[in-house]
């Protein structure tokens, strides 16, 4: 494999993981948008359960 | 023929007025029970009013919630536990890093800028110094 090859390959494979991680960073962005409007939506739903994961959590760790 | 009155409706057994019956006795319970419900539910209104839980959670709600399961966590007993000095050991040492980082840079800036002083030698002039000022 000669350097123009090479650097071609990697020029390839370097495009190829900057799709996959602009793709995951707008798949996180998506989620983070879901999940704050979860919250915003049902706050005392969402804070009664945070507050017995906690619980729940706090139990575990004092045994 | 008339009845005669029991004994027990003039006086009670001790000699003092009668007792209420106990269907008074239970509307009075009632009417406590259902006092002390309202007086529950508009304390529970103004403390709510008072934290305004809803605008803080659409203000910040991963903060709020993260608050949510720390009172959980301590409300469980996990305060005083191992697993609470292990999470405060991890989160010192996150928290020191970008102070670290700060120094390791300004510590990196000094000695880049003495070993270029140094290149000069400790009797080097400054190129700039023999240049005249133009005032």
């Known amino acids: 494999m000669d350097g123009q090859t090479l650097q071609q390959t990697l020029k390839e494979q370097q495009a190829r993981l900057e799709e996959g991680l602009e793709e995951a960073r707008d798949e996180l962005s998506d989620l983070n948008e879901r999940v704050i409007d979860v919250i915003k939506r049902r706050p005392g739903t969402c804070l009664l359960i945070a507050l017995a994961a906690g619980f729940l959590i706090g139990r575990m760790a004092s045994r | ?135």
């Open chain 2, 1 to 135: 023929m008339a009845r005669k009155p029991h004994p027990s409706a003039r006086k009670s057994g001790n000699g003092r007025a009668p007792a209420p019956g106990l269907g008074a006795r239970v509307r009075s319970l009632n009417r406590a029970a259902h006092s002390f419900k309202q007086q529950v539910r508009t304390t529970a209104s103004d403390f709510g009013e008072a934290l305004d839980v809803r605008r803080r959670v659409r203000r910040h709600p991963y903060a709020m919630v993260a608050a949510a399961l720390g009172v959980g966590y301590v409300l469980g007993g996990g305060l005083f536990s191992r697993t609470t000095v292990r999470l405060l050991g991890v989160a010192g040492r996150v928290a020191s890093l970008p102070l670290l980082r700060g120094e390791l840079i300004g510590l990196a800036e000094a000695m880049l800028s003495g070993s270029g002083e140094s290149e000069d030698g400790p009797t080097g002039k400054h190129p700039a110094s023999d240049v005249p000022s133009p005032s």
